[in-house]
């Protein structure tokens, strides 16, 4: 009845077919001995074509699914030793260790939930089953990880997400979706080779594996080669036509590589005011293409050089070397524009330091206001005016009359916001368009106006 029971004749040799079910049950038996010795040896391989031999021989036999099952997971082969397990509790669903290696498959392959199922299904038959507890334990560890993982994603805490998933692999060891996380998340901080070296083991065992396709593009896309990330994005959403990711990485690297495009064609053009917004729009793209963004940082650096505008683009080649600290040519184009930056300022200083200190010479604070040099200019105007220096000598008259005038000079450019804004920026004042004519019938009516105020004070009236 056994016999009857676990032996159909089914795919045998017509040499088979000869014998009774007994001598099948005895002939599969045998084979299932034979493959324990080599299981027991570690040669699993072979193992494996005995256990299979005596499947052929009883396909409803649920131990030899079982023992194929567990060396099918020692070859690393989950996904089969899942459906042998799974096939091991059909046909016998008090098989404990059938449901123990479905739930450690279910494990290594990253499902943690149907693993949790499996492995309390055999604490309900053994309450005490000590390998079933563990296993639920780290069942439950991986659905932790896993939750904390896609909390670190949401906040790009990148490392945070490849911690996790290297804690989970350390059970879920054959789970693509793990590896594929954490090699996206290292790549997302800049660990471009061992990103690839994880897409690239997934690759080799499933090369159409759009997610691993995916990730290669993606490293080669940071690495600022955007031609050949392209063809894995393609590849990636030939597989996958639906692949949100691939399809958002290969429009931004399109978009990325045209607006730089754009950008040294209107610069080689001489175009540079288009140059430098083309090179702004493109910093705006994608922010996590490092490599990228510190080349056009440091080629709006040069346009900005161009536009005379040194102190922003020192500050580009310094955000270039912030994304980049390995980026030499930002290190140099800053020397060169900081030393001439230096200099600027040093010919500036030294021209300021050369011509008259107005505020020095109506004697108020570089933060005066408006009223404030309103009244310095009246008192130092009356102090020096000529009128009220007539009855001293030549030497005196002449040296007063010197001071008034520079009261006069200091007043006409510090009380006149754009001359004031040019002087104290160390512009020339000479070319700011206002006809010395102009300012000398100022002056003039400023000098009759005083002389009034000169004579009433010295009258005693105020």
């Given amino acids: 009845k056994m016999a009857t029971e676990h032996c159909d004749a089914v795919n045998m040799d017509p040499d088979m077919e000869m014998l009774s079910d007994e001598e099948m049950e005895r002939e599969a038996e045998g084979f299932k001995e034979q493959g324990n010795a080599f299981y027991i040896k570690k040669d699993y391989a072979e193992a494996f074509n005995y256990y299979t031999k005596a499947i052929d021989m009883c396909p409803k036999n649920a131990s030899y699914y079982g023992n194929r099952a567990a060396t099918l997971m020692m070859l690393c082969r989950y996904r089969e030793a899942l459906e042998d397990s799974q096939q091991a509790v059909r046909l016998d669903n008090s098989f404990t260790k059938g449901h123990l290696r479905e739930g450690k498959c279910h494990l290594s392959l990253g499902n943690a939930m149907a693993a949790s199922r499996c492995f309390q299904r055999v604490l309900e038959m053994e309450s005490d089953n000590s390998q079933a507890q563990q296993e639920l334990k780290n069942a439950e560890s991986i659905l932790e990880y896993e939750r904390m993982a896609e909390i670190g994603f949401e906040k790009r ?88 990711k691939a399809r958002l990485a290969c429009r931004n690297a399109k978009a990325l590589k045209a607006k730089k495009e754009e950008g040294n064609k209107s610069f080689k053009e001489g175009n540079f005011e288009a140059a430098y917004e083309l090179y702004s729009e493109a910093l705006t793209i994608d922010p996590n293409n490092i490599k990228t963004n510190a080349k056009l940082y440091c080629n709006r650096a040069t346009v900005g050089s161009k536009l005379k505008k040194l102190e922003q683009a020192i500050e580009d080649c310094t955000k270039a070397i912030k994304l980049d600290e390995t980026y030499i040519k930002a290190y140099l184009r800053r020397a060169q524009w900081y030393v001439r930056h230096l200099l600027k300022n040093a010919q500036l200083e030294l021209k300021k330091s050369k011509r008259k200190d107005y505020y020095k010479v109506l004697g108020v604070d570089k933060n005066a206001t408006e009223d404030e040099i309103k009244k ?69 009516s400023l000098m009759i106006g005083l002389s009034f105020e000169l004579s009433v004070l010295e009258e005693g009236y105020i």
């Fill in 157 to 244: 805490d990148f490392r945070m997400v490849v911690f996790c998933m290297d804690r989970a692999l350390e059970s879920a060891t054959a789970c693509h979706r793990f590896k594929i996380l954490k090699a996206e998340c290292l790549a997302l901080l800049g660990r471009y080779p061992e990103a690839q070296s994880v897409a690239s083991d997934i690759l080799r065992m499933d090369s159409t594996n759009a997610d691993a396709l995916y990730v290669r593009g993606l490293c080669l896309y940071y690495e600022d080669c955007i031609d050949k990330a392209v063809q894995f994005f393609v590849q990636a959403l030939r597989m996958a036509p639906d692949h949100d």
């Fill in 376 to 444: 310095a200019y009246r008192k130092r105007a009356l102090l020096h005016h000529p009128d009220r220096h007539s009855g001293a000598s030549p030497e005196v008259q002449k040296e007063e009359e010197k001071k008034f005038k520079e009261v006069g000079e200091a007043f006409s450019v510090l009380s006149d916001p754009k001359k004031k804004s040019r002087y104290d920026s160390g512009q020339d004042l000479e070319d700011d368009g206002m006809n010395m004519g102009v300012v000398i019938r100022l002056l003039q």
